[in-house]
């Protein structure tokens, strides 16, 4: 009887209480996962510490850029501040400086009053920090720092650089996350705003200063969140258990399992009627996990192949939910969406029919037949028709089930109403994926049967590393020609389609390193023509001289000419020759020194009919004896300059110190494994098949002679072009040693990322030629000819060439 009354009491409590009911009812169900931590660093708070670094440095920068637009902003400024009154002013100072004290008091006694201490707890820590930090900063710009950067915080007035009150208290507020409170929020930045307005009409802290105080503060407040942890606002599994009974769901059991690519949890949920559902959970901190490798792909690539960085709770909860029922009503094999509900207001919830299958990564490649393959076209075709591209085809993504039928999975990262790229790219990525397991032949044979050729010859100029997912580009690391060996199996299935090129990268990360190599270059060339009258150099450079420099520049022309038909043993016109060397001249604008050649040089010969492996072999063979030849001369020019003029010129310390530091980085770069690698792959990219083509010119003696005259010719055009410099400002110092510089600032030229070396040559030479003896004025004046009649003159008729012969059809 007992018994029955405590059952009849549950029954009537679980009529008068659904919720208490519901709580005790997920209380029983055990959930199987680890212990939630108490405390996360979230992402997020690391992102924003980041932030806000980069913003002081921004403001730094722009500050010392318009020194004096802040100064005469500061100075307007205050000088109408001094015409309020002076008792308004004292009120505002003393009313800032009260509540910039009070309010944070305030808000600290609210939370201990909603037993929130802790977090009050870490305000007090960054406060400390806070104050200790802008105390050490502020000394340190004081005594230490640049005087430029010492005039920006404190207007060259004895006062604090840095605020120590307002950046504690900018970090407390920071710390104990009052953005968060919209009230708090805009009553505590308006106390920070009349603070800074009153202390900077008050003459107690400049403009810049407030800024880089109130940046510091919050830099020092997200620090401290991260380094000490939030408190853990995920939901526990009981609280996803009460979510699934919502959506009128009975479960009897549940455990976490593997978390997806994305970090997001995973739970297999057992119902009451037997069945079982696989439960994704989207956890708000996590929403930015992975955000620095984003934001770098959303800026690099096209707008049409770019995701968004950033998306909310609630819409990547929906387009996840749009996707998986876009996908089930094309008909495609994917596990059932079979509900989605929020978990409170830090996380969502997507419950899908479990399916008992395996990824195909865990499948042996021999057991992945020719029916599982046309399987898995079959599926991409249903998505392709109805304009769904997937994104993520990878062994991930794509199942089997017991009976060795194909289910699409992970379809979050997919696109409803996709442009043709998108599919396009579905494709590509799809064939590289089954190339990688099972050969490119047969991905290329099965994908024809169920897509057609004419969908593969679509794919095929996005058969692209950077086009791929992060998995298949490390697996194509390992196996550098598949890529290859898929483009000539499309190309032999379509012959004769014609092949669009796509751009998908706005830019290339070399891209960045050139910008960045070519900004210090221009720097230091304005710092060598501030030292030196341009007028005064053209006016009283001995034209004579010039001329004969003038005429060896040309000569350097028709002797790159000479070398490279010397290494064809096709037969080429002269004359159209030397101009595809002066619009190499022109491309040297935009590409390092030792790209634009040979660019220029292998499309030539391609557009000549000479097949791109022979044309790329004549170009490296050419450039291979170019090295050997300056090796030489550079060791007979050495050897003649220290038996000769070993009195006029005598290598000085810095020279040895230069040396040397050239032998380490050579140690540095074949003795570190990845380097040796990088290295002998871009050498073997460039000599292949070079080997060949120099027996075949070997079997030629008047092509022999040719290559080796013209190979001769241009680096003693290019001597005599600098030695002519040289005299046309008086300077003398012997032909030899001439070479000697010169041939040394053209390896180092040759080496670096700049437009046609731009910054590294003239920083080589005029050191050179002042390390032999001319004065720095004389060597900067016959550098600056120099690097006109070689570098800057041949532009324009470069351009023209350029233009000529892309009009006809010879690039």
């Known amino acids: 009887m007992a018994d029955i009354r405590e059952r009849d009491d549950a029954e009537d409590l679980a009529v008068r209480d659904p919720a208490e009911a519901e709580a005790r009812a997920d209380r029983d169900v055990y959930v199987v996962e680890p212990l939630l931590p108490q405390r996360l660093r979230r992402p997020s708070d690391l992102l924003r510490f980041l932030a806000t670094l980069l913003a002081i440095t921004g403001v730094l920068v722009l500050a010392l850029v318009a020194k004096q637009t802040l100064n005469g902003l500061e100075k307007d400024v205050t000088e109408g501040a001094t015409r309020l009154p002076e008792l308004l002013s004292r009120v505002a100072t003393f009313l800032g400086g009260a509540a910039l004290l009070v309010v944070p008091a305030a808000f600290a006694v609210e939370r201990v009053f909603h037993r929130d201490g802790l977090r009050v707890a870490e305000g007090l820590v960054a406060a400390i920090l806070g104050?200790?930090?802008?105390?050490?900063?502020?000394?340190?710009?004081?005594?230490?720092?640049?005087?430029?950067?010492?005039?920006?915080?404190?207007?060259?007035?004895?006062?604090?650089?840095?605020?120590?009150?307002?950046?504690?208290?900018?970090?407390?507020?920071?710390?104990?996350?009052?953005?968060?409170?919209?009230?708090?929020?805009?009553?505590?930045?308006?106390?920070?705003?009349?603070?800074?307005?009153?202390?900077?009409?008050?003459?107690?802290?400049?403009?810049?200063?407030?800024?880089?105080?109130?940046?510091?503060?919050?830099?020092?407040?997200?620090?401290?969140?991260?380094?000490?942890?939030?408190?853990?606002?995920?939901?526990?599994?009981?609280?996803?258990?009460?979510?699934?009974?919502?959506?009128?769901?009975?479960?009897?059991?549940?455990?976490?399992?593997?978390?997806?690519?994305?970090?997001?949890?995973?739970?297999?949920?057992?119902?009451?009627?037997?069945?079982?559902?696989?439960?994704?959970?989207?956890?708000?901190?996590?929403?930015?996990?992975?955000?620095?490798?984003?934001?770098?792909?959303?800026?690099?690539?096209?707008?049409?192949?770019?995701?968004?960085?950033?998306?909310?709770?609630?819409?990547?909860?929906?387009?996840?939910?749009?996707?998986?029922?876009?996908?089930q009503a094309a008909g495609a094999s994917t596990p059932r969406l079979l509900g989605t509900s929020e978990i409170g207001t830090e996380a969502a919830l997507l419950a899908y029919e479990h399916l008992d299958t395996r990824p195909l990564d865990e499948v042996p490649d021999d057991e992945i037949t020719d029916d599982t393959l046309a399987q898995i076209w079959e599926q991409i075709s249903l998505l392709q028709i109805q304009r769904l591209a997937h994104r993520r085809l990878t062994g991930e993504g794509i199942h089997l089930d017991a009976a060795g039928r194909v289910v699409l999975t992970d379809a979050r990262s997919g696109e409803i109403a996709a442009g043709d790229l998108l599919l396009r790219l579905d494709v590509a990525q799809l064939l590289t994926y089954l190339a990688l397991r099972v050969g490119a032949e047969r991905s290329v044979r099965t994908a024809a049967a169920v897509m057609g050729p004419d969908a593969l010859a679509a794919a095929l100029p996005l058969l692209q590393r950077i086009a791929l997912t992060r998995e298949t580009r490390a697996a194509l690391a390992k196996d550098k020609g598949m890529l290859g060996a898929l483009r000539e199996q499309i190309v032999a299935l379509k012959p004769r389609s014609k092949v669009e090129e796509i751009r998908l990268e706005r830019f290339r990360p070399r891209t960045l390193v050139t910008i960045i190599a070519s900004a210090l270059a221009a720097y230091f060339l304005l710092s060598q023509l501030s030292r030196v009258n341009v007028v005064q150099v053209v006016t009283t450079a001995n034209w004579a001289w010039s001329g004969l420099a003038l005429v060896a520049s040309f000569v350097s022309f028709v002797a790159a000419a000479l070398m490279l038909r010397g290494f064809v043993p096709e037969p080429l016109p002269l004359w159209r020759t030397v101009l595809v060397q002066f619009a190499a001249s022109f491309v040297k604008l935009v590409a390092p020194a030792a790209v634009g050649g040979v660019a220029i040089n292998t499309r030539y010969l391609q557009k000549r009919?000479?097949?791109?492996?022979?044309?790329?072999?004549?170009?490296?063979?050419?450039?291979?004896?170019?090295?050997?030849?300056?090796?030489?001369?550079?060791?007979?020019?050495?050897?003649?300059?220290?038996?000769?003029?070993?009195?006029?010129?005598?290598?000085?310390?810095?020279?040895?110190?230069?040396?040397?530091a050239v032998a380490v980085l050579v140690v540095i770069l074949l003795g570190v494994p990845p380097l040796r690698r990088l290295v002998t792959?871009?050498?073997?990219?460039?000599?292949?098949?070079?080997?060949?083509?120099?027996?075949?010119?070997?079997?030629?003696?008047?092509?022999?002679?040719?290559?080796?005259?013209?190979?001769?010719?241009?680096?003693?055009?290019?001597?005599?072009?600098?030695?002519?410099?040289?005299?046309?400002?008086?300077?003398?110092?012997?032909?030899?040693?001439?070479?000697?510089?010169?041939?040394?600032?053209?390896?180092?030229?040759?080496?670096?990322?700049?437009?046609?070396?731009?910054?590294?040559?003239?920083?080589?030479?005029?050191?050179?030629?002042?390390?032999?003896?001319?004065?720095?004025?004389?060597?900067?004046?016959?550098?600056?000819?120099?690097?006109?009649?070689?570098?800057?003159?041949?532009v324009l008729p470069g351009w023209a060439s350029f233009a000529y012969l892309q009009r006809h059809e010879a690039l």
């Open 609 to 660: 009919g000479i097949h791109p492996a022979s044309a790329m072999a004549s170009v490296g063979a050419s450039q291979l004896v170019m090295l050997v030849f300056h090796i030489a001369l550079l060791l007979l020019f050495a050897y003649i300059t220290g038996a000769n003029t070993a009195n006029s010129f005598t290598p000085s310390r810095g020279l040895g110190v230069a040396l040397l």
């Open 131 to 327: 104050m200790v930090v802008a105390f050490l900063l502020g000394q340190w710009t004081v005594t230490a720092a640049p005087e430029d950067l010492r005039l920006l915080l404190t207007g060259n007035r004895d006062i604090e650089p840095l605020n120590t009150l307002l950046t504690s208290v900018i970090a407390y507020s920071t710390a104990v996350r009052i953005s968060r409170r919209p009230t708090w929020r805009a009553l505590m930045w308006g106390v920070i705003g009349l603070y800074v307005l009153a202390f900077f009409t008050g003459y107690q802290i400049t403009l810049v200063g407030g800024i880089i105080t109130v940046l510091i503060g919050m830099a020092i407040g997200y620090g401290t969140l991260y380094g000490v942890g939030s408190p853990n606002t995920r939901p526990p599994g009981n609280a996803v258990l009460t979510a699934l009974r919502k959506l009128s769901f009975t479960p009897v059991s549940a455990r976490r399992i593997d978390d997806d690519h994305q970090g997001s949890r995973r739970y297999a949920v057992g119902l009451k009627d037997g069945t079982t559902l696989d439960v994704t959970v989207l956890d708000r901190d996590r929403q930015v996990a992975g955000l620095p490798y984003r934001l770098w792909r959303r800026f690099r690539l096209n707008s049409e192949t770019r995701r968004r960085a950033i998306r909310s709770l609630r819409a990547e909860l929906e387009r996840e939910a749009l996707m998986a029922y876009a996908t």
């Open 681 to 794: 792959e871009r050498m073997r990219r460039l000599f292949s098949n070079v080997l060949p083509r120099l027996l075949d010119v070997l079997q030629s003696p008047a092509k022999m002679i040719e290559s080796c005259v013209g190979t001769l010719m241009i680096t003693l055009a290019f001597i005599v072009c600098l030695d002519a410099c040289v005299g046309a400002f008086g300077g003398s110092m012997g032909f030899t040693t001439v070479a000697v510089v010169y041939l040394t600032a053209n390896a180092i030229g040759s080496a670096a990322p700049t437009p046609g070396g731009l910054g590294a040559v003239e920083a080589s030479l005029t050191l050179g030629l002042t390390v032999a003896g001319l004065t720095p004025e004389v060597a900067a004046s016959a550098v600056l000819l120099y690097r006109l009649l070689t570098f800057w003159l041949p």
